[in-house]
């Protein structure tokens, strides 16, 4: 199923260390897959899936894609549209057997997706797209900000300076870097939402479970990195990003509020941000979910993004 993924331009988050760190924490009986093959038995399809409870119809379950979620992009691998019709015929069928809704969220509006809901005889749903930055032609990355978010890492560069607070940047790959950061990370991540009065995912055990899962996953197969911002040797900010072959996605970003003064969030961005655009082989950065575009430090297109409903 890996190789087909690689095969067919799946995104890292549609591919196996994602959906098995999400398969690490669903209750035994949920997963379940669904694949198609050729008469010579080599796999041409196929789609890795849980049950649970639908939060849009209270009392009913329904069947989503163990890839993405939570407005990363999903997919399926097909290796034509003919293969995506039969697999979502197949989808469709299994659905109606064990009773639940298909509801296959936040897939890329390609012709493999349309080819799916075709043969599920699903609806397609628009949800908001995500945004990226391509890498410019010439010039320096930080040609591509605004005049407003420029003016704010100068304002941050010069609060640092005027205050005497020491900044001190770091990027690692290292699993047991990880480990060690993971608390800190943690709190961090609190302290985001807890200022902003938000539930936080990290309060739920299972939502904690399934964050260290994915983090422990993308760390062990090479394709996490960690940046961190520490002020006066206080972790201030960090950024989760993750090299999925062409483009550097940011995978989540949290600063501590009691920096807000320095901005640490833009500031360390900025520095993902040129640090990616530098990077041979890097041709764009991807936001990796659906935000609005004006909360970011910058983006030039977006990904259009759907769901697959069958009830």
Known sequence: MEELALATGQPLTARLPWWRARLAVQPAAAPW?????DAAGHLRAAAVLVDGPSPAAPGARRTALASGGGGYLAGVAAAGAAEAVELGRAL???????????????????????????GAGARVH????????????????????SHGTRKTLRKS????????????????????????????LESTHRD????????????DPTGRAAWLARLRALS???SLEVATLHLDDELAAYVLGVRDGDAYGVLEGCFRTRFARYAPGRLLEFCVLDRALRTDGVRFLDWMTGVAPETLLAADAARARVAVRRV
């Open 33 to 37: 897959a669904v694949t198609v093959r």
């Open 92 to 118: 469709a069928a299994g659905a109606v057997a064990r009773g639940t809704l298909l509801d296959l969220e936040d897939l890329p509006d390609d012709v493999t997706t349309r080819a799916l809901a075709a």
């Open 220 to 222: 062990a197969a090479g």
């Open 157 to 184: 560069r010069n609060r640092l300076t005027t205050d005497g607070v020491v900044p001190r940047l770091r990027f690692t790959s290292d699993p047991a870097d990880l480990e060690v950061a993971l608390p800190d």
């Open 126 to 145: 628009p949800l908001a797209p995500v945004p990226v930055l391509h890498r410019p032609d010439a010039g320096e990355p930080v040609a591509l900000l």
């Open 192 to 203: 985001r939402d807890d200022a902003h009065g938000l539930p936080c995912a990290l309060d």
